[in-house]
């Protein structure tokens, strides 16, 4: 079975800091892999995802991730958070590209300090 | 091109009523997916839908939930004599008939009961 397990419900960082989320997946299958962000009283929306091709990934809004099959991670980083970056984010894997049954990480909220 | 709407936003019940939530899919989009978030846990997979379909409800409890997505209106989620551990937060998100179409989600439905 599928899991992802991301480290740390909440993380600080100062504006202009770097970013990193850390999540860690466990699967029996190739991987593939997404990151979603949510604001305040929305959605969730797609930051990024892995589709086994490049193993650095670029998303919206300055995000990236790494998938490292060795580590089984999948981490998120932004060089310089944004006071606007605030918000949740959840890393979740699936076996295949369609996004039928996704399996998701319990998030962490990102906390961003002037 | 509105999103994915959800209502009501908010539900309160009181234990042995009934939970009805909508989803109403964006424009286009013929598959519907329900998701619950239990506190302090991630989103976790409930049901599968296309119209008049259901494609996968391995998600689902075994009893007091159903879903439908029927020709007209939107998705229906609904739980029957509702307990304390339904309290939750419900999205749906839908995508377009293309396989493997990413889908959008909902804002969520923060259900409570009493």
Known sequence: ?114 | NAGVMQNPRHLVRRRGQEARLRCSPMKGHSHVYWYRQLPEEGLKFMVYLQKENIIDESGMPKERFSAEFPKEGPSILRIQQVVRGDSAAYFCASSPPTSGGRPFFGPGTRLTVL
Request: net charge neutral; proline share 4%; with cysteine.
């Open chain 1, 1 to 114: 079975a599928q899991s992802v397990t991301q480290l740390g419900s909440h993380v600080s960082v100062s504006e202009g800091a770097l970013v990193l989320l850390r999540c860690n997946y466990s699967s029996s299958v190739p991987p593939y892999l997404f990151w979603y962000v949510q604001y305040p009283n929305q959605g969730l929306q797609l930051l990024l995802k892995y589709t086994s091709a490049a193993t650095l990934v670029k998303g919206i809004n300055g995000f990236e991730a790494e998938f490292k099959k060795s580590e089984t991670s999948f981490h998120l980083t932004k060089p310089s958070a944004h006071m606007s970056d605030a918000a949740e984010y959840f890393c979740a894997v699936s076996e295949n590209t369609g996004f039928q049954k996704l399996v998701f990480g319990t998030g962490t909220r990102l906390l961003v300090s002037p």
